[in-house]
């Protein structure tokens, strides 16, 4: 089954009565998330990955295009006992304990009085909070509050789980806790839509990952397809490259660069390096080391988006 | 079950910001003073009702008591909507706007209910909480009278009914500002300024608005204003009657529940098409 399916969404704001203002926050973005994955939106402030989960929950609505949820076509109340989530910022009432915001979303959601009562305990001790059930949240720090919010999304055992911003403020153990939760929800045939301005975080449990800019979709697929792009290998030389065999490599569209022994080469694929090497070889240059270096996820992000402001 | 959670929700959050504790506060004072004031006599000519030690009249017989009794409990029953009025729409009136507030009301529509249940839900918690103190305060001096006086006047409980009545009305306006302004200070004026200045304009239109034109067509508008919007204060000027037990105009209680519904149905349709 598709979690989610988007075709063509476009979302435009207007404001003002006299002087029309448009912004338009997504562009005929279209995307297919598998159940049973972590997927990652990533994207610059403002770039529309809010105003796509808001869409896709009904929060706000979509001036053209269509979306579908579990199967079901967006918006349809009932879909949304299937979804959990978690905004960004965040509030719960700070007159009520940890346990009574559970109880009472956990109603609104339509879970049974019996259900709440199981269900309530284990996810407090799942985030970490069950020394904290009877507290008001009004006490309760950021980190804390995060995962409440966390526990909140999770109390109707929902099949889809967005959370935007989930890590926001909190610790880095209990990031790593909450990743831990996020990975066994995903092994347990979860799906789970990260928004995050975090990339190290995104892309450590991120199955696949979409980059959103001014509310165009510039790429989407696997952490390794977007990491690949702009990789390359370093190269450690006994005695680096002469200039004559340096300036060879490069006429035939080697990209080399020369730090003493140490080389860098950007390769498009597997057959390039073995040319590369085989070149190298031939004019009797001794390899001690080849190392595969790949951007990080942020470097790939930045590069894209830098990309994209150049035209 | 959610109608019931976002109605307890709203009983919980007004204890939280105090208002609900100085509303029944206020009651339990004015059901103190009139607990110590009223007292009865009884003599061969009749009873005598004295208030703070003074007879408040000669001794009556049962007939005349009874009628006198309607007239205390119509004026507790004025006073009471008044301060329900003003109170309980500064206590209440803050429910919608703080559920439109960013980061909560994401939460709220995230949640498998229809837009219009979010919106019915915060209503029944505003009246419910109002009704709560109707109860406590029309209840407990019904109690302290017929125990005091021994007049058990039945019409005075259910005018208790018709003042929730008369509030849920006046509160589908400000459910209806508070969606579209999202503000609890414009909810609040707005409400205020419907009950306590429109009936000028709008039952006294003859004597005020219509003497700005003699346009038929204007006239009309202002006709077709006063009957779309509840006639709050018609409503409440029949609960003292009901009380009394004289002739009661039931106009009122259809016309209001009906406009007010309508409002309902407006601030509604307004909400779900909102994007947050």
Redesign the interface.
Known sequence: MTAILCQSLSKT?RSGLIRRREVHALSDFSLEVQEGEIFGLLGPNGAGKTTFI?IL?????QTAGSAFILDEKVPE?????R?G?L?????Y????SGE?VLR??G????VSSGDLSLRIPSLLELVGLAQWRTVKVKRYSKGMMQRLGLA?ALVNDPELL?LDEPTDGVDPVGRKEIRDILTGLRDRGKTIFLNSHLLSEVELISDRVAILDRGRLLRVGTVDDLTSEGSHYRFTLEGGLSEALLQEARARAYHLQQDGEKVTAKCADSHELNQLIDMLRRHGVLIRSIAPERSSLEESFIRLIKNEEAG | ??L???LL?AF??L??KITLIVLAGISTLVLLVVLLALSSGQSEAGTTLFIFGQPASPPVAPDALAKLVSQIQGELAGGLFFGISLFGVFATASLIPDAQ??????????????RWQLLLGKQLGAVGVVFANIVYFVGASWLIIGLKVGVWNPHYLAAGLSMTLAFACLYSIVVFLAVISRSTAISIIGAFIYYFIAPVFLEGRESTLYLISENAVYRAIVDGLYYALPQITALTSNIGNQIAQSPVEWVPFLQAPLSAAAIFGVAALLFN?T??
């Open positions: 704001y808001k929950l009904s929060i706000a609505r109340a009932k879909i949304r006992s979804i989530y905004p960004e910022n965040h509030r009432p700070g007159y009520l009574q009472f979303f109603q609104l959601s339509g909140q967005f | 079950m959610k019931l959670a976002l929700h919980l959050e204890k939280a507030e960013k980061g909560t009301i994401d939460i709220y529509l995230s949640k498998p209910m229809a098409r994007d947050y």
